[in-house]
């Protein structure tokens, strides 16, 4: 059966509505005006993705449910956390029992029309509220499953007048999976897919090599000033290395340069070779950069599930080694090695953190 492109509704508007938010940033003000390049987002985000493996983990986490004997009888109820326009539900229902019933929350009212518009077209229903994800609406009539798709990341950059006033904090992740469990009834999961960050095995420091100096359109910027002012969609390779390690926080003083090459942390270097994807106009990497990634680990997602009270079913970073992975390196641009000077594969950067997490019975 064809899959419809659901990884748009995971990458889209989501960050659309979380990123119309003002959002403090180590003490800056991050004022959020206008919004990325769409034409060019949406087509990179629906090139690069897997939809039969995002479908796949998706049911195959689902059947992950314990249910008790009298629960079995009855259908389940889905809620989808940022549900966008309800595109996840919708290609679920080819694949899932007709009498499911689907929840979706939206920050944002519009989508939400657009959601109801399309079930309408499709003969198709679900149940759609707007809601923060910081103050679930679902505590006082559970759910069976809880499905929090590319938002964990978003919920770390977002400020929120219900939970906190500031953002760029975990702590913001460890709320709403406590909003999530007591949302949950007995044996029902949490489902979770994220952009993935190495484990805590991986934090040692290997190297960017052979970014290209001169890249045959744009020559590079000797002065750090005009390299700071300079449109991030007209530098050489190496340059875009030399911004990224000036703007984007966490890289202050984690950058070694030895000539034309940078030695970083592991998942720093996992950090720029995602960010770079997003160079279609400045706006696009100003969002990027001042959104932080709230990444987790699987170790950091592991302690949080055990301090919410998740017994763990899976978390797992997950490769892609393929034209398929949204960190393939476009020939020519930069080699990665370890500090033995072993080029390193793209499986040493994985592409999806899964998770799937149970509150006990």
């Not at 594969?345 to 953190?353: Q, T």
Request: aromatic residues 10%; negative net charge.
């Amino acid at each position: 059966m064809k899959l419809s492109p659901v990884n748009i509704y995971v990458s889209c508007r989501r960050n659309i509505n979380l990123r119309q938010q003002n959002a403090t940033f180590k003490g800056k003000e991050a004022q959020r005006t206008s919004e990325p390049n769409l034409n060019t987002y949406i087509p990179l985000m629906n090139n690069k993705m897997k939809l039969n493996d995002n479908i796949r983990f998706f049911l195959g986490a689902l059947g992950k449910i314990d249910t008790d004997e009298k629960r079995k009888k009855q259908p389940l109820e889905i809620a989808d956390i940022g549900c966008c326009d309800g595109a996840l539900a919708r290609t679920l229902r080819e694949f899932l029992p007709s009498d499911y019933k689907y929840f979706g929350l939206d920050l944002s009212p519009e989508m939400l029309e657009i959601a109801r518009a399309k079930d309408e077209q499709n003969n198709q229903t679900a149940k759609y509220v707007v809601g923060n994800a910081f103050n679930l609406p679902y505590k006082n009539e559970k759910k069976d499953a809880i499905i929090a798709s590319s938002i964990m990341h978003e919920l770390y950059s977002y400020a929120s007048d219900e939970y906190n006033e500031e953002a760029y904090s975990k702590a913001s992740i460890l709320h709403f999976m406590q909003q999530a469990y007591d949302s949950l009834k007995p044996g029902g999961v949490l489902i979770i897919k994220d952009p993935a960050t190495p484990g805590s095995d991986a934090w040692e420091k290997i190297r960017i090599c052979n970014a290209n100096e001169e890249d045959g359109t744009y020559p590079p910027i000797k002065d750090e000033e005009e390299l700071r002012k300079a449109d991030i969609t007209k530098l050489c390779t190496l340059d875009k290395l030399k911004r990224f390690c000036m703007d984007f926080y966490p890289a202050k003083g984690q950058c070694e340069w030895e000539g034309d090459s940078c030695i970083m942390p592991r998942w720093l270097i996992t950090e720029f070779v995602r960010h770079r994807k997003w160079l279609a106009t400045p706006e696009n990497w100003a969002y990027e950069i001042k959104e932080n990634y709230g990444t987790m680990r699987p170790d950091e997602m592991a302690d949080f599930a055990k301090r919410v009270g998740f017994n763990v079913v899976k978390i797992e970073n997950i490769a892609i080694p393929n034209k398929n992975n949204i960190y393939a390196i476009r020939d020519g641009e930069f080699e990665l090695r370890d500090m033995d000077d072993d080029e390193l594969s793209l499986e040493d950067f994985p592409m999806f953190l899964e998770v799937v997490l149970r509150k006990p019975r």
